[in-house]
């Protein structure tokens, strides 16, 4: 085991690296006031170019694949045997923090920097990806780097315009790309034994239980639902109480039985209305109709499904009870993505051994490990980030925390890759 221990020293000096790195990419912008990187744009070309030249400096041959991905490959013992895939991405939102994803791909090199200076070789070959879009920014579609990984790229996506009208096949033209090559992207399954991906938590579990890293059992599934409750328009003067069909004191109602239920369901599942509007939304009118949106997360399918049937249930019996009317329909959904037992188990071995305990904890926001996780086992690994925010200039990590991190991913990669 002592040969897969990082020292605090050399912890200290890659997580330095790993800060400035950070910096380094975050001057790689569309603009000079906050953080954007779109996916087939020259800002993502340059960040690509760079993190080659740092994964080329940690012995790593590097390519650029068909859809746009970073690549690198730190050779096995014996060449040519499977991988141990590490990554995340280096795209970004619009005004971004600037360790959502990229704190995970200059992670993964520190690791690789680590068995290169120590001229170790290990049974597994370790290849990192810095994916080329994660977030959806520019073309309003997500993990089109990953999708590319695994070969589930849906031929459609060609044809999908960004806000200017520019097409993912033409933005591919533009940098060097043809989207009549997306296949060669693809892996053959055989290739890669597991993904790990390193990550800021976009949450505030960790800062709450005052430890640096945690394991990630689970990326919440979710559903989002437009909902509607329509009652009787009707003069806010003359039509006494006990005669109204109010849509929206029905919505308020339901509103907090969400919110209360959803508690009482345990600390896992999440259920928001983030958006109600109330028509004919005058002062001196009773609202005849309320539309608002359902959105429904967690690490589950099943108690997932049994939350979303007990919250649709209350508003139907709501909306009964009240002479009112209600619908539903969802529009988007996608399956929680388990992380794999046996990945989970080494990294919270290897951050027990680093901090002392493990905390597993599930992710409310989606990884291009849901893409991943398609093909072969993934596992995550969560660094605190001050306050859980992210997608915003105010992200923050603190280089000790880091230091762990790498400490911790290292001794992963090195038990996986030997077991």
Same mark, same amino acid.
């Given at each position: ?98 360790? $959502? ?313 090195? $038990?996986?890759?030997?077991?």
């Amino acid at each position: 085991m002592s040969n897969s221990l990082m020292t605090a020293s050399e912890a200290q000096s890659a997580a330095a690296r790993v800060m400035a790195r950070c910096d380094a990419l975050a001057e790689i912008s569309e603009n000079e006031e906050g953080l954007t990187r779109v996916y087939l744009s020259p800002e993502q070309l340059r960040a690509n170019a760079r993190v080659a030249e740092w994964m080329q400096a940690a012995g790593m041959t590097t390519w650029q694949d068909a859809v746009g991905n970073i690549c690198g490959r730190y050779e096995s013992a014996e060449p040519g045997a499977k991988a141990l895939l590490l990554g995340s991405h280096l795209d970004t939102v619009r005004n971004a923090g600037r360790y $959502d994803g990229m704190l995970g791909v200059l992670s993964a090199i520190e690791t690789v920097q680590w068995l290169h200076e120590r001229q170790q070789r290990l049974p597994l070959a370790i290849e990192i990806v810095g994916f080329g879009d994660e977030e959806g920014t520019r073309f309003g579609i997500t993990l089109l780097g990953s999708r590319g990984i695994t070969g589930t790229w849906p031929e459609s996506w060609l044809t999908h315009p960004d806000g200017s009208g520019t097409t993912v096949a033409e933005a591919m033209q533009d940098v060097g790309l043809d989207g009549a090559k997306i296949m060669q992207a693809a892996r053959d399954v055989n290739d890669i034994a597991a993904y790990l991906e390193l990550h800021i938590e976009q949450g505030p579990c960790l800062e709450q239980e005052d430890l640096a890293l945690g394991v990630v059992t689970a990326i919440n599934g979710a559903r989002r639902l437009n909902c509607c409750f329509v009652g009787e328009a009707g003069h806010a003067g003359t039509v006494p109480m006990t005669h109204r069909q109010d849509a929206l004191a029905a919505a308020a109602e339901w509103m907090v039985f969400v919110e209360q239920t959803t508690r009482e369901q345990g600390p896992q599942l999440v259920a928001t209305v983030g958006t109600l509007s109330c028509l004919p939304g005058a002062v001196n009118v009773i609202p005849g109709e309320v539309q608002l949106s359902l959105d429904v997360r967690g690490p589950q399918d099943e108690p997932l499904e049994r939350l979303q049937s007990l919250l649709l249930n209350q508003a139907e019996a709501i909306a009964r009870r009240r002479g009112l009317t209600f619908t539903s329909n969802e529009y988007y959904r996608i399956a929680a993505t388990a992380c794999d037992a046996r990945l989970q188990q080494a990294l919270s071995h290897a951050v027990e051994t680093v901090q002392g305990r493990s905390l597993s904890l599930p992710s409310g926001a989606g990884h291009d490990a849901i893409a991943i996780a398609e093909r072969w086992p993934v596992g995550m690994l969560f660094v605190r980030n001050h306050r859980g925010i992210s997608h915003h200039p105010a992200e923050s990590v603190q280089a000790a925390d880091v230091a762990q991190g790498v400490q911790a991913y290292v001794q992963a990669v090195c $038990d996986l890759a030997r077991d």
